[in-house]
Antibody, heavy 122, light 106 residues
Framework: EVQLVESGGGLVQFGRSLRLSCVASGFTFDDYAMHWVRQAPGKGLEWVSG????????GYADSLKGRFTISRDNAKNCLYLQMNSLRREDTALYYCAKARVVLSAHDGFDIWGQGTMVTVSS | EIVMTQSPATLSVSPGERATLSCRAS??????LAWYQQKPGQSPRLLIY???TRATGIPARFSGSGSGTEFTLTISSLQSEDFAVYYC????????FGQGTKVEIK
């Protein structure tokens, strides 16, 4: 079964850091670009960051202003999101998502995890 | 950044009726557009990619059309399980989502 399982969320104070992880199974992880998407409570979806299959291409939403870093470890089938200088507006459910097409730089997301909740308190 | 604008924000439809959802891009995204369905408490599900191709397992009552800046998702005959929020997403220039259209029971 193709599956993505996120972890690492929780309650964190304003200005602190948090690292999210996403473990993949059921597919050849290193063939696919991977992404993080977040959803604030009661709000819509926001693309956060994406990384190509070989980590050569990385992108971030403009709103993050360099505070987040995406990475992956293909040997461990794992995707990461390092989040620094957290703000109240970063409070959201963070989803890990898989690109639809093998080795494609730009495509939709066909598999999503259940998400991990990040709550930033003041 | 490409801005995606969906309309209407809420669509009230009776079961069995047709639903038409719109999505507009602030600049051309060619056919690099996807549609997702999200039900309460669930993760999004890919419905349509490349503007008009149904994803695996998606019923034929879902169809997508458009290219450039104007796109439409049509649900031909709404079933009870189709009441949800729908998002469009462009992937021509990085990735951005629309704000969503909620399809509710009339």
């Amino acid at each position: 079964e193709v599956q993505l399982v996120e972890s690492g969320g929780g309650l964190v104070q304003f200005g602190r850091s948090l690292r999210l992880s996403c473990v993949a199974s059921g597919f050849t992880f290193d063939d696919y670009a991977m992404h993080w998407v977040r959803q604030a409570p009661g709000k819509g979806l926001e693309w956060v960051s994406g990384i190509s299959w070989n980590s050569d291409s990385i992108g971030y939403a403009d709103s993050l202003k360099g505070r987040f870093t995406i990475s992956r470890d293909n040997a461990k089938n794992c995707l990461y999101l390092q989040m620094n200088s957290l703000r109240r507006e970063d409070t959201a459910l963070y989803y890990c998502a898989k690109a639809r097409v093998v080795l494609s730089a730009h495509d939709g997301f066909d598999i999503w995890g259940q998400g991990t909740m990040v709550t930033v308190s003041s | 950044e490409i801005v995606m604008t969906q309309s209407p924000a809420t669509l009230s439809v009776s079961p069995g009726e047709r639903a038409t959802l719109s999505c507009r891009a602030s600049q051309s995204v060619s056919s690099n557009l996807a549609w997702y369905q999200q039900k309460p408490g669930q993760s999004p599900r890919l419905l349509i990619y490349r503007a008009s191709t149904r994803a695996t397992g998606i019923p034929a009552r879902f169809s997508g059309s458009g290219s450039g800046t104007e796109f439409t998702l049509t649900i031909s005959s709404l079933q009870s399980e189709d009441f949800a929020v729908y998002y469009c997403q462009q992937y021509n220039n990085w990735w951005t989502f629309g704000q969503g259209t909620k399809v509710e029971i009339k």
